[in-house]
């Protein structure tokens, strides 16, 4: 780790919570003894772009540095992993702990660009906002002063020291202003390098500070506005703020000059920008009712009084997410089609079969990345969505039910699960039962259906 602090740039993203009928947060946080068939742990899919200013002057970390970007996730993982218990309580004061969110981030691919304009996040340009540029209503030389129509002296001087000329003939180029006075409807800028020409045309702006942090244009051009992975941006900027960063869409999130953050710093950065990604917001003004009312943000230690160490607080500790936090991210990526589709749970794994053992009925919606088993005897009621993996059965054994209560098992990876197996028991996957009143059987009510399975 090169230093220890913790680089506390970044931009308050206000993502809104729409309550859908998804069921209850509650439902879906994965407390400690809660199984991992009906909590499973949420892997997101995501790429890094590295993005160099140019090949000579890459001002970035090195793609092949593979010690700096892995250190990077596992610190990230861990983050969402061991989580700490909170050190502010919310105002009932009751601890409300979870010691892994069992969220995880998976890094399938890094890509290399070579553009300086997608590096470059925070600058000094021209402003072309507004009524700016001005147009240039005379020169006079032997003043070295330039005149506009319109009195813009207390705009002028509020935008700092350095002004541009452009579309002129002979006098385009930065300058600095030595006075700026207005007469009457008139505005009058003396400056202090020479102009060259008393030809009027061309027009005069000031220099603001351009911020492309949280602009989606890397993601659109690099990315092609892909949607089936979270795509991380390594930049940079000419500004000389630390390091940065922000997340405001659940399919990119842009962080810049880790080249120049501390090791654990960056990541620490990277873990609370992929919380906004996720939909979290910051803690100063609390999300869930298990929050504190107040948190209080800056370089400070995290304590018992007034900040929490919250990851999406601003401290020097953030290593806890409530369960609300938590729940709130497995509710959304089990239930929105579109945001499944970034994680890897639509993956077919047999070691992520489900095995029902007994009569249960699931409120919840759930991600399915292995085969379906309903043992025998046994009813499954479901009455949330379920989202197999490509090619994943379910499996009704001897005298076994399945009821599909209002809602559909489908796949939302854009792929199709695999049927349903009529058996004796897993064990014996290939040979049904010998009477046919013994098959396992499929029950919908309340519209229920399977959608986007192979037959």
Known sequence: MNRLCFVLIAFFQILSYTPQDYGAIENYIPYEFSSYYTHPVLTLKTILHVVYRTKNDPRNIMADNMDFINQQFQWVNNSYKNLKPPTLLPENKVIHYVPDSRIRFRLDTILVHYDSIAWDRIYYGIAMN?????K???INLEKNEVKLIGRWESVLNSRGDSLSIGGSNKN????????IYSRENNTYIVMKEPLKSKDSSGHITYFRKIDKNCWKDNWEKLAGSDKNAIHIFYTGATSSKPAF????SPYFLNLSKLNLNGDYASASLTAHE????????HTNYPQFNDLPARDKFGFIPCDSTTTSNNIMGYNKCRNYLSPKQIGFIHQKYSNDTALIRTTANGEFNPLNNVKIKWNKTWNKAIVISGHLIIKPGRTLTIKKMVSMAKGANIYLCRKSKLIVDGTVITNSHG???GTIVLCKSYRKKNRKPYRKINYGK???KNGGALKNHTN
């Open 415 to 417: 792929e199709k699960w």
């Open 245 to 248: 960063g922000c997340g405001p």
């Open 274 to 281: 992929l919380g906004h990604c996720l939909g979290l917001r």
């Open 442 to 444: 499929i029950i919908y």
């Open 136 to 138: 240039i209503d005379s």
């Open 172 to 179: 385009n180029g930065v300058y600095h202003p030595l006075s």
């Open 130 to 134: 507004g009524s700016f540029p001005l």
